[in-house]
């Protein structure tokens, strides 16, 4: 059984950092393609960045991009996304998704989920 686990959200003032770690077990992180995914209530499901297992393409939103950087460390089986500058509009549930080799910016196109860790960004 895969299991994601996301850690490192919090509370933030306004232009400072998070780091949101997504750690795999059961599956070898090797064969999957990771999203990163954000919810904010009443809004849609947001595709935010994506790495790709075969070739480590990645995609970000234009919202975050030159903000956000997403990383992989297969030895420990652990994504991460790092966070700069953030913004009160970045204030979501951010999720950890996987699916086979290439990334898709579509939620519903993932097949396994984390729990999801809160990021809030206020002053």
């Known amino acids: 059984q895969l299991q994601l686990v996301e850690s490192g959200g919090g509370l933030v003032q306004p232009g400072g950092s998070l780091r949101l770690s997504c750690a795999a077990s059961g599956f070898t992180l090797d064969y999957l393609a990771i999203g990163w995914f954000r919810q904010a209530p009443g809004k849609e499901r947001e595709g935010v960045s994506c790495?790709?297992?075969?070739?480590?393409?990645?995609y970000y939103a234009d919202s975050v991009k030159g903000r956000f950087t997403i990383s992989r460390d297969n030895a420990k089986n652990t994504v991460y996304l790092q966070m700069n500058s953030l913004k009160p509009e970045d204030t979501a549930v951010y999720y950890c998704?996987?699916?086979?080799?290439?990334?898709?910016?579509?939620?519903?196109?993932?097949?396994?989920w984390g729990q999801g860790t809160q990021v809030t960004v206020t002053s």
């Open positions: 998704a996987a699916r086979e080799r290439y990334y898709s910016a579509k939620w519903y196109e993932y097949g396994y």
């Open positions: 790495i790709s297992s075969s070739d480590g393409s990645t």
